[in-house]
């Protein structure tokens, strides 16, 4: 069966960073395309980028080129994104998907990640 | 990047059809892709490729189009079936996500 099991909820000052994991279970990362989204109410969901887990290749929606890193770690069949300099716009939930044929058939079940001073 | 147009928000009773429409700003093909989601979960895929049920969703769902307007339906709805509903285009890269609509009951 496959699941991707996310990090728990962070919270986090102005200005820091934090760096989310979602482990792969039930086939190897490296067959997939690895995508994350972010997810606030009020803006439903925005597309952040994929990394190809086999190679480390990324794509970044331009909006997220200086704000996401994507990176993954073949060996323990975990990807993983770093956000940095966290304003408050970047508090929402944040979801790594699976693709395949485009279409994003699984899903983690999200991290909460709340910027506050 | 492709723009998704989708209405903000429906109001339905159980039992009835809805349909929700999605419209976009360039051609997509048929890489349009349908999700649902409930408060405090993750998306879960209903439809691909504009037409295809996804694994073990109920054929109540269904969706059609092609190019630049699609259709998702319900129907019947039921009372579980209230979430937003979001469209998804993976023909032009980056890809892109309508902004949702909400349904509600009446």
């Known amino acids: 069966e496959v699941q991707l099991q996310q990090s728990g909820p962070e919270l986090r000052r102005p200005g820091s960073s934090v760096k989310l994991s979602c482990k792969a279970s039930?086939?190897?990362?490296?067959?997939?395309?690895m995508h994350w989204v972010k997810h606030r109410p009020e803006h439903g969901l925005e597309w952040i980028g994929w990394?190809?887990?086999?190679?480390?290749?990324?794509k970044y929606a331009q909006k997220f080129q200086s704000k996401a890193t994507l990176t993954a770690d073949t060996s323990s069949n975990t990807a993983y994104m770093q956000l940095s300099s966290l304003t408050s716009e970047d508090t929402a939930t944040y979801f790594c998907?699976?693709?395949?044929?485009?279409?994003?058939?699984?899903w983690g079940q999200g991290t909460l990640v709340t910027v506050s001073s | 990047d492709t723009v998704l147009t989708q209405s903000p928000a429906l109001a339905v009773s159980p039992g009835e059809r809805v349909t929700i429409s999605c419209r976009a700003s360039?051609?997509?093909?048929?890489?349009m892709h349908w999700y649902q989601q409930k408060p405090g979960q993750q998306p879960k895929l209903l439809i691909y490729?504009?037409?295809n049920l996804a694994s073990g969703v109920p054929a109540r769902f269904s969706g059609s189009g092609s190019g630049t307007d699609f259709t998702f339906t319900i129907d019947p709805v039921e009372a579980d079936d209230i979430a937003t509903y979001y469209c998804?285009?993976?023909?032009?890269?980056?890809?892109?996500f309508g902004g949702g609509t909400k349904l509600e009951l009446k």
């Open positions: 990394i190809d887990p086999e190679d480390g290749e990324t």
């Open positions: 360039e051609s997509v093909s048929t890489l």
């Open positions: 039930g086939y190897s990362i490296t067959d997939y395309l």
């Open positions: 490729k504009a037409s």
């Open positions: 998804h285009q993976s023909w032009n890269s980056p890809p892109t």
């Open positions: 998907a699976r693709a395949y044929s485009g279409r994003f058939a699984y």
